[in-house]
């Protein structure tokens, strides 16, 4: 199957700091990513689509200017978290739409602390 | 919007069945999936459904019927590992452009 992956896989990062965080398709095209967060014991929030080429488009109460979002290429879409506080702490997980076949395939998610 | 419910804990034994219910409200319904998550760890995909009835595969079963906005996932001879969040997901193709929205998950906890 298709393979998607992130990095890093763990973070820890000061608060006031930024991180990025890569999302690559491995082994097809991706023109639209999805980014999640997810809090210990809840289930996955989407945070924004990224459609490369273009601005994403983030879900509500999702700050914009604090989680930056760049799809420069049909393998790799990108989010930093800026600015980074405590509250930031989650795991994020990244998502790949391989469009012909219309399915979704997840990353390994990235584990982000911030202290 | 959509609404997708799922109860969020169940509890069963080794080497027993235990069905995961999920009921769902969409607009342009263009799928449905489960998939296991593993404390810490990304989901992973079990099972698809688009029309109605029963995927098998294996020890796990899924079941839809698009009618009733309903669907389960039965897990037979349950094992020590299946013990994870069971995720029910929904793809919107009118109100949410084709993507999946994720119900709340069901902590499966096995004991022996």
């Known amino acids: 199957g298709a393979v998607v992956s992130q990095h890093p896989s763990r973070v820890i990062c000061k608060s006031g700091t930024s991180v990025k965080i890569e999302c690559r398709s491995l082994?097809?095209?991706?023109?639209?990513m999805f980014w999640y967060r997810q809090f210990p014991k809840q289930s996955l929030m989407l945070m924004a689509t990224s459609n490369e080429g273009s601005k994403a488009t983030y879900e509500q109460g999702v700050e914009k200017d604090k989680f930056l979002i760049n799809h420069a290429s049909l393998t790799l879409s990108t989010l930093t978290v800026t600015s980074a506080h405590p509250e930031d702490s989650s795991f994020y997980i990244c998502s790949a739409l391989d469009s012909p076949i219309h399915e979704q395939y997840f990353g390994p998610g990235t584990r982000l602390t911030v202290t | 919007g959509q609404n997708i419910d799922q109860p969020t804990e169940m509890t069963a034994t080794e080497g027993a069945i235990v069905q995961i219910n999920c009921t769902y409200q969409?607009?342009?319904?263009?799928?449905l999936f489960w998939y296991q998550q593993h404390a810490g760890e990304a989901p992973t995909f079990l099972s698809y459904n688009v029309l109605d009835g029963l995927e098998e595969k294996g020890r796990f079963s899924s079941f839809l019927s698009r009618s009733k906005g309903y669907s389960y996932l039965l897990l037979k001879e349950l094992q020590m590992k299946d013990s994870a969040s069971y995720l029910c997901a929904v793809r919107d193709l009118i109100n949410a452009g084709n993507m999946l929205t994720f119900g709340g998950g069901t902590r499966l906890m096995v004991k022996p």
């Open positions: 969409t607009s342009g319904f263009n799928g």
């Open positions: 082994d097809f095209q991706a023109t639209t």
